[in-house]
């Protein structure tokens, strides 16, 4: 098989040949059902604290299937469904090619355009994102859902009016400002869903605590334009959209509110 993607040759249901956990038990994303969710006080005695702080010169880049923020400063997150430390690694987003698809994680069956993905890894027991990527307990993935407004969104705004900068395949360039991740971010940070799940791109690893927050941020039209226009490859090549895998079964598995 040529390597993986979002074609019909390479796309989500073929990547069970070579990723045989794709057909786990633990994988990701899940079809969000509030009515079904257990509201757990436990995730609210000891709350979901987030420390992140400022980036010099944070690099933006095109792996070809995303666009992804690699973050080289300390920005922790801690407590809520979380035993230890949770280091930031990496942001990157997935986004379809019209508003009515893209998210990964859907809610009461309905997708978002688009969802933010924070990549975090324990740092209280492993040294490194590679060390914690296939243990239990390794990684904790924020998501959050990206909803249309007439605004474009402030936080996203220094990262979409530089992205025609990495338009194309392996293209990367360094944020001229200091960036605070923390902007992206919605305004209440209490109010999640939380599940064990997975990465939800190859190597699939059954790693990761979900936190997907409940409050959208909201972005402008002109900015999911501005994710379409990346392409997968060179010049000419075509647009990154629909960069995202089709919910899966929760099965056995529990599904944990903040809230009521
Ligand atoms: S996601 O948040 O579940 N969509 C997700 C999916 C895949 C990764 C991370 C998050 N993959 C890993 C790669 C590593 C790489 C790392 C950091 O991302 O497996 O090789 O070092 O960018
Ligand atoms: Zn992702």
Redesign the pocket.
């Known amino acids: 098989m040529a390597t993986w993607g979002y074609g019909n040759d390479n796309g989500p249901a073929t990547w069970v040949k070579s990723f045989p956990v794709a057909a786990g038990t633990r994988q990701s994303p899940i079809d969000i059902v509030p009515t079904a969710a257990k509201c757990d006080t436990k995730l609210t005695e000891n709350p979901l604290t987030v420390n992140y702080s400022p980036e010099p010169a944070m690099e933006l880049c095109n792996p070809g299937l995303s666009v992804k923020a690699n973050i080289k400063s300390k920005s922790v997150i801690k407590g809520g469904p979380l035993e230890g430390e949770y280091k930031l690694e990496q942001f ?1 987003l ?1 986004w379809g090619s019209a508003d009515k698809q893209g998210s ?1 994680h859907t809610l009461n069956g309905k997708m978002f355009p688009a969802e933010l ?1 924070l990549v975090h890894y324990n740092a209280t027991k492993y040294s490194s994102f590679g060390e914690a990527v296939d243990k239990p307990d390794g990684l904790a ?1 924020f998501g959050i859902f990206l909803k249309i407004s007439d605004k474009p969104h402030q936080g996203l705004k220094s990262l979409t009016d530089v992205l025609s900068e990495v338009q194309y395949k392996d293209k990367s360039i360094n944020i001229k400002q200091e960036y605070n991740p923390v902007c992206l971010l919605p305004d209440n940070i209490n109010k999640y869903w939380t599940y064990l799940g997975s990465l ?2 190859p190597p699939l690893c059954e790693s990761v605590t979900w936190i997907v927050f409940e409050e959208p941020i909201e972005v402008s039209e002109d900015q999911m334009k501005a994710f379409r226009a990346l392409c997968c490859g060179e010049c000419g090549s075509a647009p990154i959209v629909d960069n995202y895998r089709p919910p899966l079964p929760l099965g056995n598995r529990q599904l944990r509110a903040s809230f009521q």
């Open positions: 990157h997935h990964e993905h993935v939800t791109t």
